[in-house]
């Protein structure tokens, strides 16, 4: 808890975010994470990923924008990533971050940003997966994602399961047709808002994964946990949810042994493939999340 803790506290330095972000010597270490810090290069690695039977969503890094210019950046970034992706005939969708989109500027603004977006990829026949940031933000980028939803019908939105809100949340989606993707959440919260114990997280998630299950509109299953993976498997095999009916997820590079066991067991599998330039922030939160990363990580400075 307590490396955690400094992790999520590090990945919020800006000094050190501009060093990390623009150090030669520490690419070589990110890329086992973030897949290019160009759309060419995250597209080669997708292109990959769909001949070893893997879907992918692309995400491309970077949030809370400080200007509308910036965030019409993005939305065109994305909008070019989307053109790619159906260019390249990849089974792929894109995950935005509202924060991107000018939610701090402009609900406004972010609206007419993620529409567009949204509208684009409807017109290609795509998916665009909405991310969930920070507690701060669950109830504005709810109400964004029931909207888009509603006129386009091409959105899913994230559920962190760690957020102690997220039961009625996953009921109101479910009511609402939304497809949810869930996962366990990588922000620092207080525990007024969120759950702190691991143990009390993976209850958290367990119960609302099999209301999505039952309930939900084609769910994706987002964890690296392969307690609760065996879970999802049993359950569903014992309800009679079919293998079609939902997805599991993962982080580019995280568990490449998963990743070969899903394929080969016929599950089907999409990848969360970060790429860009501002990929520090991200990079510390997968390193928070998981001890193993760090390890990961030590051994390569290690050779190095």
Request: charged fraction near 30%; glycine fraction near 6%.
């Amino acid at each position: 808890m307590i490396l955690r803790s400094s992790l999520l506290f590090l990945s919020r330095r800006k000094a050190l975010r501009r060093w990390m972000e623009t150090s030669a010597l520490v690419r070589p270490l990110t890329v086992r994470f973030v897949a290019g810090q160009t759309l060419e290069e995250a597209l080669g690695v997708c292109t990959r990923l769909q001949h070893d039977g893997v879907m992918i969503t692309l995400d491309r890094l970077g949030e809370n924008v400080t200007s509308l210019e910036e965030a019409e950046a993005s939305r065109d970034g994305y909008i070019a990533a989307l053109r790619r992706i159906t260019d390249l005939e990849l089974a792929g969708s894109v995950s935005i971050k509202l924060t991107q989109f000018g939610m701090d500027l402009s609900e406004d603004a972010c609206r007419k940003n993620a529409g567009r977006l949204v509208e684009e990829a409807r017109r290609l026949g795509k998916v665009v997966e909405i991310d969930m940031e920070s507690s701060d933000y669950v109830d504005r980028t709810l109400r964004l994602v029931i909207e888009l939803h509603e006129s386009s019908g091409n959105v899913r939105s994230v559920i962190q399961a760690y957020l102690r809100r997220s039961e009625k949340d996953v009921e109101r989606l479910c009511e609402k047709r939304v497809p949810v993707r869930l996962c366990k959440g990588a922000y620092r919260e207080p525990a007024s808002v969120a759950f702190r114990r691991k143990s009390e997280v993976d209850r958290s998630y367990v119960r609302l994964m099999k209301v999505l299950l039952e309930r939900g509109n084609y769910p994706a299953l987002a964890t690296h946990d392969e307690r609760i993976i065996g879970e999802a498997q049993r359950f569903a095999a014992a309800s009679g949810i079919g293998k079609d009916r939902f997805e599991f997820q993962m982080l580019y590079g995280i568990r490449r042994d998963l990743e070969r066991r899903f394929v080969e067991q016929g599950y089907r599998l999409r990848l969360y493939v970060p790429f860009g330039h501002a990929w520090y922030p991200y990079f510390m939160r997968r390193l928070a999340e998981r001890p193993a990363n760090l390890l990961f990580l030590m051994r390569n400075l290690v050779r190095g």
